[in-house]
């Protein structure tokens, strides 16, 4: 039995969680994410997200119900390499949209469709265009410019402030298999008009890491392992915490390749192998194009 009743408020809040991880995407990176390319290139991509999520948890205790929310998440994004210094640096920006939909037992929290938070990020390299080996710092902020109806759990943007700090390493482990590390750290602001009675919300520090390993079956094709825990993020609603710790550990496998000497398709399927708090994916696809201009 759950730790504590499922009420549409903690729904709501399940649902809150599930609706960040869209804006999340950001600091979840692909293998690949941190190589430094010459300055003067840009790259533009554009991800389709979608997941479904069959179980919802409080305190690791599985909730007696059957829910099911289903997202189909697209986001839009540019990215330019340029000098700053003796350094590369690469400004982008993210920008999330797409569509929410609950049914089953939780059909009362609806659907939705709409634009999330613009993000914007910008990767600092301590290594060079060129290395074997790439290592990068990236600030990345997110602006509450989506969506958002505090009487809509399902809405996509979060009415917030939030800013990440994020550091990751490629490091080759011989000719064919390259591994990328990556771990950041999330901060937020608080949402003063948060459910019916427009509450503050408040949450704490947020903390990722990422491990992948990408066999690489020709200079332009490979197939990917990824692993990422995420814990923390407890939330407190008008200073009254709803012990609520996030501790969720995925996986993920797939493959990209160069269709085209400027051109990638990427695809990873995956899921959440543990949920200690709000809604589990039982299944997840991730499709990737990549344009280089």
């Not at 697209?74 to 640096?89: C, E, N, Q, S």
């Not at 009415?159 to 950041?184: C, E, F, H, Y």
């Not at 990422?228 to 609603?237: A, C, I, K, R």
């Amino acid at each position: 039995m759950p730790s504590k009743p499922f009420t549409r408020a903690s729904l709501a809040l399940a649902a809150m969680a599930a609706c960040a991880t869209f804006n999340a995407h950001a600091v979840d990176i692909d293998a690949g994410d941190y190589t430094a390319l010459p300055p003067g290139t840009t790259l533009g991509m554009v991800y389709y997200q979608h997941a479904t999520r069959d179980s919802l948890y409080a305190n690791g205790d599985q909730a007696p119900i059957r829910p099911r929310l289903t997202s189909d998440i697209g986001i839009a994004r540019g990215v330019h390499f340029m000098k700053l210094g003796d350094y590369v640096i690469d400004p982008q920006f993210l920008l999330p949209f797409g569509r929410l939909s609950a049914s089953r037992d939780i059909a009362a929290l609806g659907s939705n469709t709409g634009v999330g938070d613009l993000m914007l990020a910008a990767t600092l390299w301590l290594t060079k265009p060129g290395d074997k080996e790439h290592f990068g710092i990236t600030p990345f902020v997110w602006l509450p410019t989506g969506q958002y109806n505090r009487n809509d759990p399902l809405s996509l943007g979060e009415n917030r402030w939030k800013a990440a700090l994020q550091a990751g390493w490629i490091k080759p482990l011989g000719k064919s298999v390259t591994m990328d590390l990556a771990a950041d750290v999330t901060v937020f602001g608080k949402n003063d008009d948060f459910g019916a009675h427009s509450a503050t919300l408040k949450q704490k520090a947020q903390f990722q890491f990422q491990g992948l390993l990408r066999y690489h079956l020709s200079e332009t094709s490979d197939l990917r392992l990824g692993l990422s825990h995420l814990t923390g993020g407890e939330t407190q609603v008008n200073g009254v915490a709803q012990s609520d710790r996030q501790s969720t550990t995925k996986v993920s496998f797939g493959g990209a390749v160069f269709v085209a000497p400027k051109t990638q398709l990427l695809a990873t399927v995956g899921r959440d192998l543990h949920v200690r708090q709000g809604f589990k994916e039982n299944a997840r696809i991730n499709l990737r194009l990549l344009q280089v201009f």
